[in-house]
């Protein structure tokens, strides 16, 4: 039975990085009734993101247009969109969910996803937007040899952006058998074929804007949603926290429990639980958290939409800002869920479960304070949000292929804009196709890993590369591509060894590795790796190299020399 549920709830719960796995999300994916309002509202997004598509389609002519949007977006829409990326439907339903059984346990999450900005804002932002064009790629090989580092990158990208997409195209499987009620191979068609439309037609620019009305659409309902629960308490989060601890109390009081062990039940969703009782997997699933999303390339490649080093800053303080806001707001949605949804029969089951399971806290609230319509509205932005992030997914995937495989490392710079357009197109087709069926296939496998594993490997090679080809005279061609690549496989076999596949997704036993995130231990292979390949290499290279630090650094943070957004 165990196994069971975790079969069923892994797609969902594998939208979000690997701490949310937690015992909150419990209660079987169940199809719902089909919502014709969620329907009628989620083909109404469908359709305005279809109109903005071919309207970006008319001005996609170049491989530049396909990659950075012509580099025309402002910092704050870039901001937005970039909040848009990272805004995962799991986030929203996830935490609310995790806030609803735990209490103040989800807010250490929230704040766990925000941890990455600040290292984005300080350390990569302007360097990234001074020295890239397209891809990440362009800023981690800036001074070496082209090939050995762009396929790492290029290989890497693909990897992280694969075990994401699969978890995305089966996550939203789930999700629409959840909301909307129609059959988990109907919803992973129709994700497929959006996202290809999107990226296909519209590029970087349809994809953009696809984030920024879903970011705006998301944050709209859930200030609405916050707003609503705070208004029944005269606005006061004292008194909003003061019944939640009531609710809790007398649910434990009503299952059983003794008056003094209900009123501590109540008291502990005020206080830091514990449901990572490793403190090695804690920190582990910390880095990978904070590290990946500094390593996650379709966020990295934002910061080339933009015009300038000062609109890349912008985007990651307006990023900050709006995630920062959504996370908060997932809090009092979630206290709100237990008062609202947690007292009333209507949204239980038989066995006092939520219908639908217990990622629905939120959905439920939604129709708690603003009825069908709002059930409906919430239900087709929590698709949308799938849509968007996968979207942005296969246009990373796509220029890596495109950009760094076939124009930089195959026709080594011969390649002209439009074959490098064609390629990225026939990627994009591709990589849609197998997402499908990927999606098909994975639908009863436990891909829970599959985020943490991504999140694992973006922490573990592409962050220790960027941060030491910025900020390490040292660093060689020779060390970025090895030790980036053993960071990599480092992250890789360990999570193959872990708990969650060896013995929960494979059935082995008892796991060799017994951390359930690599993180701990496969970024400080990356990083130790790099130095000491790059300390060992004697090459004629490794002293070109090195020669090349105080150009790379001279650009990196004045801009002098930087792509202008007309070069983009």
Known sequence: MRARLAGALAPVLALMPAPA?????????????????AIAMFVAFVGLTLWITKAAAARTRTASDFYTAGGGISGFQNGLAMAGDYM??????????????????????STGFLVGWPILLFLMAERLRNLGRFTFADVASYRFAQPPVRSFAAISTLLVVSFYLIAQMVGAGQLIKLLFGLPYAVAVVIVGALMMLYVLFGGMRATTWVQIIKAVLLLGGASFMALMVLAQFGFSLEALFARAVEVKSAAAQAAGATPVEAAA?????????????????????????????????HILMRFF????????????????GWIGYFYILTFIIGFGAIILVGTDAGYKMADGTLRGGGNMAAIHLAHAVGGNAFLGFISAVAFATILAVVAGLTLSAASAVSHDLYATVLKQGRANSADELRVSRITTLALGALAVLLGLVFE????????SLAFALAASGNFPVLILSLLWSGCTTRGAAWGGTIGLLTAFVLTLLSPAVWTTTFGLGLAPFPYSSAAIFSVPAGFIAIWLISRLDRSPRAAVDEAGYPAQRVRAETGIGAFAASDH
């Open 88 to 109: 995962s439907a799991a986030s929203f339903l996830g935490i609310s969910a995790q806030i609803f059984t735990d209490g103040y346990d989800g807010l250490i999450y």
């Open 21 to 37: 796995f937690a015992a909150a999300l419990e209660g079987e994916a169940q199809r719902q009734p089909i919502n014709w309002v």
């Open 265 to 297: 039940k109540g008291r502990a969703i005020m206080a830091p639980g514990g449901f990572i009782k490793d403190p090695v997997s804690a920190i582990s699933f910390g880095l990978a958290l904070m590290l990946g999303t500094a390593g996650l390339p």
């Open 305 to 320: 939409t933009v015009p300038d080093a000062k609109e890349a800053r912008k985007s990651v303080l307006w990023a900050t």
């Open 444 to 451: 009863k496998q436990n891909v829970a890993f599959m985020v």
